[in-house]
């Protein structure tokens, strides 16, 4: 199988963001098994064609949305696909959540202003590498990785960009996936939501009444990735837990053995 630096968007009707991380070069000069980690955003308001190529696709579906984001939106059950809610932070967090509610208050405050958005997002990055609650559910996360299964484990948040990020950072990180690919991956959230961002910064300038370019740059921020903001995580892991191993031993319970049990089930 050639390696790749990225994941691979699938094709789905309506869901966006639905990336599958095998073939990326990970460990020894393997790659990761295709079919079995997949990304993504939320699954509501499915149309058929999507519902069956997800159920006949995932063992397993992680979301790590608010409670708050599925009380309003639940994600559509599948009958033999396991469900859990691992809610990676605890409540409405403005440009992570993208619950209605959050956003108005995040967009009304810095739609004119992109180094106060891209600062906003960054520092949110940063309470993730520090937050218990934040690492507890990732532990949790890992935990379910480690059970062998006949198809995907696939986890995601609502754009499949912030909570469902980490959480790819992390699997990749185990499996030894290059630290210059995870970013190159991470950032390729920007051409997968690309439209998304468009279509919702075209939606706030018509009803603000402005066409100022400057509102494209600050809910690009707010909304895409952006190096800073890994970069941040990375950092904040490094001088606060003495770098990513430590990390990911410490915090979220990955041993030496579990890595290699991690490794054996999804690299070929």
């Known amino acids: 199988m050639s390696q790749s630096v990225r994941s691979t968007l699938l094709a789905f009707e309506k869901l966006h963001n639905i990336r599958d991380l095998g073939g990326m070069r990970a460990a020894d000069g393997r790659t990761i098994r295709p079919g079995r980690l997949i990304r993504g955003g939320h699954l509501v308001d499915l149309v058929e064609a999507d519902a069956r190529q997800m159920e006949e696709m995932v063992s397993v579906i992680v979301d790590f949305r608010t409670p708050e984001e599925v009380g309003r939106q639940p994600d559509r059950q599948f009958p033999g696909v396991e469900y859990h809610h691992l809610p990676a932070v605890e409540s409405l967090t403005e440009g992570i959540s993208r619950e209605e509610e959050s956003d108005r208050d995040v967009i009304s405050r810095l739609m004119f202003?992109?180094?106060?958005?891209?600062?906003?997002?960054?520092?949110?990055?940063?309470?993730?590498?520090?937050?218990?609650?934040?690492?507890?559910?990732?532990?949790?996360?890992?935990?379910?990785l480690t059970v062998p299964r006949e198809r995907a484990v696939f986890w995601h948040c609502t754009a499949g960009k912030d909570r469902a990020g980490l959480g790819a950072i992390f699997t990749e990180e185990i499996l030894g996936v290059p630290r210059e690919d995870i970013i190159e991956d991470y950032l390729y959230t920007n051409e997968c939501l690309a439209e998304d961002v468009r279509m919702l910064s075209s939606w706030v300038k018509k009803n603000a009444g402005t066409n100022d370019p400057v509102v494209d740059r600050a809910l690009g921020y707010l909304f895409g990735a952006d190096e800073s903001y890994i970069e941040t995580f990375y950092n904040t892991i490094d001088n606060d837990?003495?770098?990513?191993?430590?990390?990911?031993?410490?915090?979220?319970?990955?041993?030496?053995?579990?890595?290699?049990?991690?490794?054996?089930l999804y690299l070929t």
Do not use: C, H, N, W
């Open 113 to 144: 202003l992109p180094d106060k958005s891209r600062e906003y997002m960054a520092g949110q990055y940063r309470i993730f590498a520090t937050s218990d609650r934040t690492a507890a559910q990732y532990a949790k996360f890992i935990d379910l």
């Open 241 to 264: 837990f003495g770098g990513m191993d430590a990390f990911l031993r410490d915090r979220l319970g990955v041993t030496d053995e579990k890595k290699a049990a991690l490794r054996s």
